[in-house]
């Protein structure tokens, strides 16, 4: 990803067959290498659909971060997903 402001969406929806509860709330951290994770502001689009936003201007061309988003329902369900080096900044 180019050094500046970044952006993921990414649909957060229930396994097919399950029963289905609206998604309640959506969160994402980032880590960049070894530090600590640091909550993204999420904005709530359409649907199931979330988008969380970040600026890396400050992040020197080859760090790499790692990405972990959690969904929760009204039914109490909650998945964890978490992207290891699920990015590398260019310089650009």
Do not use: C, W
Not at 17 to 40: H, N, Q
Not at 67 to 84: C, M, N, P, S, Y
Request: glycine share 10%; net charge positive.
């Amino acid at each position: 990803m180019k050094r500046g402001s970044a952006a993921s969406y990414a649909p957060l929806d229930h396994v097919p067959g399950s029963a289905e509860a609206k998604i309640t709330s959506v969160s994402v951290e980032i880590r960049v290498g070894a530090g600590e994770r640091k909550a993204l502001p999420v904005k709530q689009l359409d649907g199931n659909r979330s988008r969380a936003t970040t600026d890396l201007s400050s992040l020197a061309a080859g760090a790499q971060a790692d990405l972990r988003a959690t969904g929760k329902d009204a039914a109490g369900g909650r998945v964890v997903q978490t992207v290891e080096k699920a990015f590398t900044v260019v310089a650009g």
